[in-house]
């Protein structure tokens, strides 16, 4: 016999006021809202962060390994690297567009890096590079500081950003796919998340 879980009417539900589901990607403008103030306020890890996080499109456990060898030959910042995933034991190409490239190179240099560190270092005693967790909490001051909901965004966010961006302007997910680095086209369709969206809007586009 199997007993139905009543839920005690005086506890609140555990998603409670938060967004369940997938984190909403960034729109452009506002990838450049905490770009501008990362740059004004000089945080200089963090727009490197940020910068590699929108170009790789890597998941946070892959992006938070990269060592300084992993995007940089004889002291210069590659124009694209190479990784390999994780999860899926994948490899996987990214661009590093000139933008992140200079982050990168001032990071690299302020923070006096050697080639076989961490990009990123933990600041703490715990970790040698950052943590998801620590992160999870760096991307969450980057949506409060420009005004965003912080339940609607997270570290996956920061990952379909360009991709959904690329995707919205071509249309081609077999691109998106070889980007993000997964086995099935399937997988990239859930993911985005624009199956539902691009079927209305050519619904829209047909009048009977």
Avoid at 55 to 62: F, H
Avoid at 143 to 158: K, N, P, R
Wanted: net charge positive; hydrophobic share 40%.
């Amino acid at each position: 016999m199997y007993q139905l879980f009543k839920q005690n009417p005086n506890q609140s539900p555990w998603n409670r006021g938060k967004l369940v589901g997938q984190k909403l990607p960034l729109k452009l403008q506002e990838i450049w809202a905490i770009r501008i103030r990362l740059e004004m306020d000089r945080r200089i890890r963090d727009l490197a962060l940020f910068n590699l996080a929108i170009d790789s499109k890597l998941r946070a456990c892959d992006l938070l390994k990269l060592r300084v060898s992993d995007v940089s030959t004889g002291g210069r910042v590659n124009s694209r690297s190479m990784v390999m995933q994780r999860k899926t034991r994948r490899r996987v190409q990214f661009e590093i567009t000139a933008r992140t490239r200079d982050s990168l190179t001032e990071w690299i240099v302020g923070a006096r890096l050697n080639t076989s560190a961490f990009l990123f270092p933990s600041r703490t005693s715990k970790s040698l590079h950052l943590s998801t967790r620590q992160y999870a909490r760096i991307v969450e001051t980057w949506v409060d500081d420009i005004g965003l909901d912080t339940t609607a965004y997270g570290t996956h966010s920061i990952r379909r950003t360009k991709a959904s961006l690329i995707y919205r302007q071509t249309k081609n997910l077999r691109a998106v796919q070889l980007l993000l680095g997964h086995a099935k086209l399937e997988s990239t369709v859930r993911y985005l998340g624009f199956e539902v969206d691009d079927a209305l809007e050519l619904a829209e586009q047909i009048e009977v």
